[in-house]
């Protein structure tokens, strides 16, 4: 005789597995991305939702059991991993769980964007071109963008990129790369390349005996380093720094060395997407006051007397840069790279004129130089150029870039190596801000606003490259001279841009800067409140703000 409730059991795994079979007629498989087949599981979805956005457990079951529904109302004849995810998104948003379904989107690309990319290219600046680097560099791109706008920045600061109140710089490698960087040559000439010890993946150059190899060494850093920024990379004063390595030279021997230079630098397609790294060196005919008495750093890394005595050498490097810039490529070309920054100063225009009077054959034939105008009295004697538009002192570089206690003690900033950059920048949309604003007081309240969220994004930045630094995502820039990483973060700025100053004068005042003192006065106003703001910031927060002219190509 049978007992009715050892019967009950039975009835019910009976029951269950008839559920099962049903459900697993309702459901169909799941195409996996590892290429197989598998039964449809609501569990995994669970597990799944649970995990990758925290929500609750019951939550969790609400929404999976929703899915199942519209999965079975629908009659879908096939399913696959990334199809599950859209229809838990599509419900997790209906639910009101909004910043859930933030973390449990996908991130890619639609196949006609990604076909517009390989058809077309991308053209966001003046330096890319198409090629298969530039392709797949741009798909990537796209999905480190998602990534930055859905985990790295909060709604608000997501938002107003995307709206255009604000532009993040090479928003794709926010949470990887540094921006730029201004590397001081003594580094590479007096170590080697690369000057790190500890970087096992390339061969070790010592430190270069001659001309020719020192430039060669200089080009090849240039590229190198490339791998771990996001913006420019060069070199300040570099006929200083390559004077002793002319020492018994021609100058026709001396010209073909700067030939050398410039073509290494001009034809290393090893920055992001295939491009020629974007490059500067900074000129001066003579030896700068604050390198004089400076130890000066020669053939095979030795010291050989003081910058100083090396006057006559640096002359004849900056004239044969300034032929070289010139003659342009075989083909009679511009070189666009390293950009040719000249520093002018009075007592310099008088006592080497024939050497800028060449100059000016340069910008008359190529229009290749950039200079740095040191005359006027308000100048400091001093300045150091960086990120394309950022001109700082000797006593800037010591209060903004320098915040190592130890590097600040010393009185002359060339004692060490002075290698400064900005580790993000972030633009400010000053019409967009003339646009939303009733008057001029409420557009300065409204260009505080977003400059203060600049400032949170920046500070995001700093802490995330900190960490990058530590775990090693950024190896030669974590590596380390004597002990010393050749990347100080607390050397770097945070760098504000800003965009459309002359159309938000023009929204606000009818006229443009130069119609009326009234419209340049508003100008300089705003221009004066910005520096002003960076200032005050900097004293709050400890971290290094500034104010820079930065180029618009991917912002306005």
Known sequence: ?????ELEPKKKEKRI???????????????????DMVEFDPLKIKQSIMQETHLDDKSADQVTEIVVRRI???????????????????????????EERKLYTRIGMPLMDYEAILEQGVTENANQDMNPESIHHWAANRISDEYALLRLLDSEEAQAHLYGDIHIHM????DLRPFCQEWDARMILEHGLPPVNNWAHCNKSGPAGSLRVAVTHLAKWLGIIQGE??????????????????????????????????FETNQIFAARGGQVPFTSISCTPTVPEGLLDIPAIGSHGKILGKYGDYKAECLKLFDALTDVYIQGDYHGKLFAFPKHEIKIKEEWLKEFEPSYLKLMEEVAKMGTPYF?????????????????????????IISKCILDPEKRKNSNVWENYVTIGSLQSVSLNLP??????DDEDDYFRILEDKMELCARILVRKWILMEKRLKTGHLPLCSGTIKGKPIFNIKDQNLSIGFTGLNEAVKSLTGEELHESESAYNLGKRIL????????????????????WEQPAESSS
């Open 171 to 174: 928003l794709r490698y926010f």
């Open 528 to 547: 004066e409140y910005m520096v002003a703001k960076c200032n005050n910031m900097t004293d709050r927060d400890g971290y290094s703000y500034s104010l």
């Open 372 to 396: 740095l105008n040191m005359c006027p009295d308000w100048m400091p004697d001093e300045i150091h150029s960086q990120c394309c538009r950022k001109f700082l002192s000797g006593n800037e």
């Open 72 to 98: 079975i109302s629908s009659g879908i004849k096939f399913l696959s991993g990334p199809h599950i995810r859209e229809i838990v998104c599509s419900v997790l948003s209906e639910q009101h769980f909004e």
């Open 432 to 437: 967009r801000y003339a646009y939303m604003a």
């Open 1 to 5: 005789m049978v007992v009715l409730s």
């Open 229 to 262: 920024f996001s913006g420019g990379q060069g070199y300040d004063y570099i006929t200083t720094f390559l004077a002793p390595y002319a020492r018994g030279l021609s100058q026709r021997e001396i010209e073909q060395c700067m030939q050398c230079l410039i």
């Open 17 to 35: 597995k008839l559920q099962s079979k049903y459900l697993r007629n309702l459901l169909p498989r799941v195409f996996r991305t590892e290429g």
